[in-house]
């Protein structure tokens, strides 16, 4: 890895080579329904401030204790690229406190952001193997995104409602709604991962190493064996299936998921990083944190609506079909489910079973 953080004078300054984002708000990468929901918690204000606290005390000093004692610290003495690409990451997004990299032994590949008051970054030692620079360098700003999202306050928040929820458990109905609760609040997990991708995209400015850093986490380290465009035409796949059939599989796979699965992420970075939004956050039109305090809540809101609705729309799933077609007053509805359940489907008879006169 070449060290991608320094300026040619030789300063601490990160590389300019990316576009860098001035007072960006979070609000910039947030998926429509991640951010909906951050924008109204952050409006409690004082419950956040209440957890970032009592994490301080006591279960954060534990966990930087331990990765002090465990693991490998980055500096510039220690994986100084890994070092340099947090801090270039948080010079990118305009994050003033730049949060501490640990690595650590484990051969699993994965990263994650802990910790509230003071989040750090860890990443294993399988994933640094297995990527090369520039996809490294999108996993760390999708870390970071994290950090500046505050996705460990606001779960945090969340589960402490789910908890005192399940205690309305013994009241008729109550175990569906927790259950109900409990689907949401995964549903939103899986949207916070799609929000940080696009931080991380933010901060690498490189869509092909983002998506095939994703594509590598789904098939290995062999990339002479793998493509990205034909990883593109198997999340086309995955996305139509087959029949509804294969719907309602899906949907049941997916909803115990806290992450999406590789191919849709693959897929949806793809879509963001030719999108208009995209194009226009890198020209320098971007919501900014100043603003953050203006941000409506319904409108927010109604931007979730509408990103579901859009979804829907354009998918090409069979079940999201059908619902088009009800929502348009098909009369063929009927006849699709016919079909897709007991396989009588005209083209797929056999011509002897046709009747005769």
Same mark, same amino acid.
């Given at each position: ?13 990160p590389?300019r080579?990316r ?9 910039a ?10 924008v ?18 006591v ?20 994986y100084?690229?890994?070092f ?8 990118v997004?305009?994050l ?9 032994q ?23 193997e ?24 606001y ?21 569906l709604?927790?259950?109900a609760?409990?689907?949401?609040l995964? *549903?939103?997990?899986? /949207? %916070?991962?799609?929000?940080c !991708?696009?931080?991380?995209? $933010?901060?690498?400015?490189? @869509? #092909? ?26 999340? *086309?796949?995955?996305? /139509? %299936?087959?029949?509804?059939? !294969?719907?309602?599989?899906? $949907?049941?796979q997916?909803? @115990? #998921? ?10 949806k970075?793809?879509?963001?990083s030719?999108?208009?939004?995209y ?46 077609d ?30 005769r006169?």
């Amino acid at each position: 890895m070449t060290d991608s953080t320094q300026s040619s004078g030789g300063s601490d300054t990160p590389s300019r080579r990316r576009q860098r984002f001035p007072d960006i708000s979070t609000r910039a990468w947030e998926h429509p329904a991640d951010r909906s929901a951050l924008v109204a918690l952050r409006k409690l204000s004082g419950f956040d401030d209440i957890l970032k606290k009592l994490a301080g005390l006591v279960s954060e000093r534990s966990v930087r204790l331990m990765f002090l004692a465990t693991a490998v610290k980055t500096s510039e003495r220690q994986y100084p690229e890994l070092f340099n690409m947090v801090r270039d990451a948080a010079y990118v997004l305009d994050l003033e406190q730049v949060p501490d990299l640990y690595v650590t032994q484990d051969p699993n590949v994965n990263a994650m952001c802990i910790g509230m008051d003071t989040p750090v970054i860890v990443v294993t030692t399988g994933l640094v193997e297995l990527l090369d620079e520039e996809e490294l360098r999108a996993v760390i700003g999708h870390e970071v995104g994290h950090a500046m999202s505050g996705h460990a306050v606001y779960r945090t928040m969340l589960l402490v409602l789910t908890n005192l929820a399940t205690r309305v458990g013994w009241i008729p109905l109550g175990n569906l709604a927790i259950m109900a609760l409990v689907t949401a609040l995964k *549903e939103w997990f899986r /949207k %916070a991962e799609i929000s940080c !991708d696009r931080a991380g995209l $933010l901060a690498g400015q490189d @869509p #092909q190493a983002a998506m095939r850093g994703l594509m590598k986490l789904a098939g290995g380290h062999n990339l002479g064996e793998m493509n990205v465009d034909a990883f593109l035409e198997q999340a *086309e796949e995955y996305e /139509k %299936a087959g029949d509804l059939r !294969d719907s309602v599989l899906k $949907l049941l796979q997916v909803l @115990p #998921q806290t992450h999406p699965f590789a191919v849709v992420r693959v897929a949806k970075l793809k879509q963001w990083s030719e999108s208009e939004e995209y194009r226009s956050i890198l020209a320098g039109a971007y919501p900014r944190r100043s603003d953050d305090p203006d941000a409506s809540v319904s409108e927010q809101w109604r931007a979730a609506a509408d990103s579901y609705g859009k979804s829907i729309k354009e998918s090409k799933d069979p079940l999201f079909s059908l619902l088009r077609d009800i929502a348009d007053g098909a009369g063929s509805v009927g006849g699709k489910l016919r079909d897709t359940f007991t396989g009588a489907r005209s083209s797929e008879r056999d011509p002897q079973d046709e009747p005769r006169d």
